[in-house]
């Protein structure tokens, strides 16, 4: 693999958070998109993920992942996600 390392410094920049999704739907128009609405129980944020081919909005409601909080807010499909949800897959 050729991953850049970075050090530890770096990574205590990263503001990594459990929050608990109280709101999902399908992005109107899109083929993949969720937005989430988030409780982080200081203050609530907008999620925006390609999810959709691996949960049903609904089966995420009262749920909690891991978010990054500290990464630049981007839009997709104009809609702003303020967060950025951490999810793996596996053969399983």
């Known amino acids: 693999m050729n991953e850049e390392e970075i050090p530890f410094k770096e990574f ?3 503001d990594l958070r459990v929050g608990e999704v109280i709101e999902a739907e399908h992005l109107t128009g899109s083929k993949n998109l969720i937005k989430m609405i ?12 390609g999810l959709l081919k ?11 992942f891991s978010f990054l ?10 809609v702003e996600s303020q967060c950025m949800v951490i999810a793996a897959e596996d053969k399983n």
């Open 38 to 49: 988030v409780d982080f129980g200081f203050e609530k944020r907008q999620c925006v993920a």
């Open 12 to 14: 205590l920049k990263l």
């Open 69 to 78: 909080l500290n990464l630049q807010r981007r839009k997709f499909m104009g």
């Open 54 to 64: 691996y949960y049903k909005p609904q089966e995420l409601v009262n749920r909690k």
